[in-house]
T-cell receptor, first 113, second 116 residues
């Protein structure tokens, strides 16, 4: 049974700092992994999607890496801003035989001005 | 296209009543998901449609829950005889698979259900 864990559960950093959020999963036979952002009381916003054949994806100040063999992904946020404050969720699809995404419980990020 | 649309945004209902939620996915997306999220938790999978076919259902989805996607377009999620434990945010997502790997999943803003 696939399980997804995110560490840390909460993080508070001063503005301008670079930071890393971690996601680990127990079954490495995944199809893809997606990082999302969620603001309080809102839906999820897709940040980056990494297919199983890829090692990383970049979008602006965000970089996500995937190491399937070790069951890990990291989301790197460069030069953090107060507007980055939100909960960040990772989700994996797979292994074979299932279509669903399995989510972690998220990392609650607060960037202080 | 304005993304995934969910209606209503908020629903307050009395215990024992039936409720129905609607999701309109991004028009070219053939894949549609329903999730449920409670405070402080990640979204929890409920069911998956590929076009009009319901291909996967969570074992958490009791017989009080039913979902449809007629003609492979919009989808509805109905909860019968609501219980206080059904109070949660219900999220819909859509994606497509053009043959080079599934595209990213786009989520709607959710329907917040409160059962009193």
């Amino acid at each position: 049974k696939q399980e997804v864990t995110q560490i840390p559960a909460a993080l508070s950093v001063p503005e301008g700092e670079n930071l890393v959020l971690n996601c680990s999963f127990t079954d490495s036979a995944i199809y893809n992994l997606q990082w999302f952002r969620q603001d309080p009381g809102k839906g999820l916003t897709s940040l980056l999607l990494i297919q199983s054949s890829q090692r990383e994806q970049t979008s602006g100040r965000l970089n996500a890496s995937l190491d399937k063999s070790s069951g890990r992904s990291t989301l790197y946020i460069a030069a953090s801003q107060p507007g980055d404050s939100a909960t960040y969720l990772c989700a994996v699809r797979g292994p074979s035989g299932t279509y669903k995404y399995i989510f972690g419980t998220g990392t609650r990020l607060k960037v202080l001005a | 296209d304005t993304g995934v649309s969910q209606d209503p945004r908020h629903k307050i209902t009395k215990r024992g009543q039936n409720v129905t939620f609607r999701c309109d996915p991004i028009s070219e997306h053939n894949r549609l998901y329903w999730y449920r999220q409670t405070l402080g938790q990640g979204p929890e999978f409920l069911t998956y449609f590929q076009n009009e076919a319901q291909l996967e259902k969570s074992r958490l989805l009791s017989d009080r829950f039913s979902a449809e996607r007629p003609k492979g377009s919009f989808s509805t999620l109905e909860i019968q005889r609501t219980e206080q434990g059904d109070s949660a945010m219900y999220l819909c997502a859509s994606s497509s698979d053009p043959g080079q790997g599934e595209t990213e999943a786009f989520f709607g803003q959710g329907t917040r259900l409160t059962v009193v």
